[in-house]
C-alpha cells in the first residue's frame, strides 16, 4: 500500500529557541503542523496576531528600510529645485556617507532579534513542503536556491534568510543586486547576510559553503505585479542553469506566496520605466502600500520549498544542455505552485512564465 506523502507548515512565529539545536526533530514537534496528503483548501490562510507595539516596530522599520530611499532621492530632488546650492551639497555629502559608511557583521544577532519574531508575525510567515524536502535540501547544501517572484520588494527572500539558517538549518545567504549594496537605508538588509548578485562572487560563496538565494526573475519580476494570476518573467533568463552547469552546485526551487500583494506598484504601461530599471539595475517606479505610504500591506506571506534538483558539472555546457536544465527549473517551481496553491487560498490563480 502506497503511503501518502506528508506536508508540513511551519510556522516561523511560533517556534522555540530550541528549535536551533541541531538535535531537535522539527516534522515531529508541536510546531510543525502535519496533513497526510496535501493541506485542506484555505487551511493555512490564518493571519496571526500581532502586539500593536510590535506592529509598529515592524512598520517603522520597514518604512525606513523600503520607504527611505524613495523619501530621501524625492528630497534631493526637491532641493535640486527650489533649495540653495548649500542644502544640496549637503544633501549629497549626507547621501554619500548614506551610501558607503560600513554594515557591521551583526547578522546572528539580527536573525535573533525581538523584530525579526516581530517581522514573522507581521506577515504570518510560513514555510510548507512535502516528505523530506527539507532534510534533503539540509544534506545538499550548498545550493543554489531559485526563487520567484520578486515583487515590489522580495520581502520572502529577506524574511527566509534567519529562518534557513536557524530553523532550518542550512548557512544561507541572499544575492541582491549590486545596487542594493550602497543604497541609503534599503543597504541595512544586507545586515541579515548578503553577497553580490555577480557570478564570481556567488561561486566565491558557494565554494564557501554557503548556500546562496537568487530572486531569478530579477527586477524585472517588479512589472509584473497587479495581475489576477501569477506572472513571472523567467521563460528566457537563463542564466541560473548556466551557473549551476559550471558549477555542478544542485538548485533548490521556491515559491514565495503572498510575496507579488505586498504593494501597489504605479509605473508607465508603454515599458519605459521598466527598460530604465533594468538598464541601471535600480527600481525606478512608485510603489505604495498601508496609508498611501512605503509600508507594505499586512498580507500573508509562504514560503514553499521544492525537490532539490541535483546537477552534474559541465565546465562548458550546451546550449541543449542549458535549456534542458532550464526547463527543469521552470517545471519544478510551477509543481512547487501547483502543490501548494490551494492550502493558501489560492485554488483559482494560476502561474504563468513570460
Known amino acids: 500500500m502506497n503511503m501518502a506523502t506528508k506536508h508540513y507548515a511551519i510556522n516561523t512565529w511560533t517556534l522555540p529557541k530550541r528549535a536551533l539545536d ?30 500593536k507595539s510590535d506592529e509598529l516596530l515592524c512598520m517603522l522599520l520597514l518604512m525606513m528600510t523600503i520607504g527611505g530611499p524613495m523619501v530621501w ?65 539540509k544534506a545538499s547544501y550548498p545550493f543554489i536556491g531559485v526563487g520567484v517572484p520578486h515583487g515590489v520588494m522580495p520581502i520572502s527572500n529577506l524574511l527566509a534568510i534567519p529562518v534557513v539558517n536557524l530553523q ?25 547576510g548578503a553577497c553580490d548578485c555577480s557570478r564570481d ?19 524585472a519580476g517588479i512589472f509584473q505585479c497587479g495581475e489576477i494570476d501569477e506572472v513571472i518573467n523567467l521563460k528566457t533568463r537563463k542564466g541560473i542553469a548556466k551557473l549551476a552547469l559550471r558549477t555542478g552546485y544542485p538548485i533548490l526551487p521556491v515559491y514565495s506566496f503572498g510575496n507579488t500583494e505586498l504593494y501597489n506598484a504605479y509605473f508607465d504601461k508603454y515599458g519605459i520605466m521598466e527598460k530604465l530599471s533594468r538598464k541601471v539595475q535600480a527600481s525606478l ?38 535549456d534542458d536544465l532550464h526547463e527543469v527549473i521552470l517545471q519544478s517551481i510551477k509543481g512547487v505552485f501547483d502543490t501548494h496553491k490551494s492550502s493558501i487560498g489560492w485554488s483559482n490563480k494560476k502561474m504563468k512564465f513570460i
Open 285 to 322: 517606479f512608485v510603489y505604495l502600500g498601508r496609508f498611501n505610504l512605503p509600508i507594505p500591506f499586512r498580507r500573508n506571506i509562504t514560503m514553499a520549498i521544492g525537490d532539490i534538483i541535483p546537477v552534474e558539472k559541465i565546465e562548458n555546457p550546451t546550449q541543449e544542455e542549458i
Open 168 to 192: 532550518l538549518g542550512i548557512p544561507f545567504i541572499g544575492a541582491p543586486a549590486s545596487v542594493v549594496f550602497n543604497t541609503p537605508f534599503l543597504r541595512y538588509f544586507t545586515l541579515l
Open 73 to 137: 532621492f524625492g528630497l534631493g530632488i526637491l532641493v535640486l529645485a527650489i533649495g540653495s546650492w548649500s542644502k544640496l551639497f549637503a544633501w549629497v555629502v549626507i547621501s554619500i556617507v548614506l551610501a558607503l559608511h560600513p554594515i557591521p557583521d551583526v547578522k546572528e544577532s539580527a536573525w535573533r532579534s525581538k523584530i525579526m519574531k516581530a517581522m514573522n508575525k507581521y506577515f504570518s510567515y510560513r514555510v510548507v513542503y512535502t516528505g523530506d524536502q527539507r532534510l534533503n535540501a
Open 22 to 51: 541541531s538535535d531537535f526533530d522539527l516534522e515531529s514537534s508541536k510546531y510543525a503542523q502535519v496533513s497526510d496528503g496535501p493541506f485542506p483548501e484555505g487551511s493555512l490562510t490564518e493571519t496571526v496576531e500581532i502586539s
Open 201 to 219: 562572487i556567488i561561486i566565491e560563496n558557494l565554494d564557501m559553503g554557503y548556500s546562496v538565494g537568487i530572486i531569478a526573475d530579477g527586477i
